[in-house]
């Protein structure tokens, strides 16, 4: 069992930039994803970037490839979404959550995951 809290949010001008956290707590046997998730007001929840401890491989959606980066402490305790040049359309709730290896195909499917910690609200303003 992982317990994940979201934290780092707040608002930024447009181009300005956000380092968000996701502290992890407790522990697992085995290798899984991580994920960051955001849900815009009046859209579906869409993921943003992944990263898996079995390997260290990193995803990206297209539309932040470039600006954030996705990176981890070495015991994964905390997992971190810098991102830079940010956009009015990269408003919305921020979310991590956590699937184990094995249980998904696209660690960027929020439908894949199963654990989920609190969102944090990042606002970008034009």
């Known amino acids: 069992e992982v317990q994940l809290q979201a934290s780092g949010g707040g608002l930024v001008q447009a181009g300005g930039s956000l380092r968000l956290s996701c502290a992890a707590s407790g522990s697992t046997l085995d290798d899984y994803a991580i994920g960051w998730f955001r849900q815009a007001p009046g859209k579906e929840r869409e993921g943003i970037s992944c990263i898996s401890t079995s390997d260290g491989d990193i995803a990206y959606a297209d539309s932040v490839k470039g600006r954030f980066t996705i990176g981890s402490d070495n015991n994964w305790k905390t997992v971190y979404l810098q991102m830079h040049k940010l956009k009015p359309e990269d408003t919305g709730v921020y979310y991590c959550?956590?699937?184990?290896?094995?249980?998904?195909?696209?660690?960027?499917?929020?439908?894949?995951?199963?654990?989920w910690g609190q969102g944090t609200l990042v606002t970008v303003s034009s």
């Open positions: 959550a956590v699937v184990p290896e094995g249980d998904y195909n696209d660690c960027l499917d929020a439908s894949e995951y199963d654990s």
